[in-house]
C-alpha cells in the first residue's frame, strides 16, 4: 500500500504548481484525501482535504484559500494540489494522505497511510 507523491520543484513566487498523489495497492476511491506540508523546523500543517465522494466543499487552510485546489480522478487513482500565486511561505515537503474517519479532517493523526512527500520551493 502506498501513496506516490509528485510534481515538486523550484518555482518563482507568483507562479504555479500541480502535486499529484497517485495510489498503489489502495484505492483512493474509499478514502477521504488530504495534502500536508511541512516547512524545515515546522510541524506538519494541514494545506487541503477532498471528501471521499467528492461532494461538498473541499476544507482549505486559510493560508491557501483561493490560491489552491484540491481535485480528485478516482479512476486515475490520483488527488491533485494545483497551487498558484505561490509564496515563498508555501515552501515545503508536502505529503498526501488517506483517511476514512469523517472527524477530524484537518488533523494529521486522522490520516494514514501517508506518501513520501514531494519539495516544493519558492523563491522570492
Known amino acids: 500500500v502506498q501513496l506516490q507523491a509528485s510534481g515538486g520543484g523550484l518555482v518563482q513566487a507568483g507562479g504555479s504548481l500541480r502535486l499529484s498523489c497517485a495510489g498503489s495497492?489502495?484505492?483512493?476511491?474509499?478514502?477521504?484525501m488530504g495534502w500536508f506540508r511541512q516547512a524545515p523546523g515546522k510541524e506538519r500543517e494541514f494545506v487541503a482535504r477532498?471528501?471521499?465522494?467528492?461532494?461538498?466543499?473541499?476544507l482549505y487552510a486559510d493560508s491557501v484559500k483561493g490560491r489552491f485546489t484540491i481535485s480528485r480522478h478516482n479512476s486515475k487513482n490520483t488527488v491533485y494540489l494545483q497551487m498558484n500565486a505561490l509564496k515563498p511561505e508555501d515552501t515545503g515537503v508536502y505529503y498526501c494522505?488517506?483517511?476514512?474517519?469523517?472527524?477530524?479532517?484537518?488533523?494529521?493523526?486522522?490520516?494514514?497511510?501517508w506518501g513520501q512527500g514531494t519539495l516544493v520551493t519558492v523563491s522570492s
Open positions: 494522505a488517506a483517511s476514512t474517519r469523517v472527524g477530524s479532517p484537518t488533523d494529521p493523526a486522522a490520516f494514514g497511510p
Open positions: 495497492g489502495l484505492f483512493i476511491g474509499n478514502y477521504h
Open positions: 477532498i471528501s471521499r465522494s467528492g461532494d461538498g466543499s473541499p
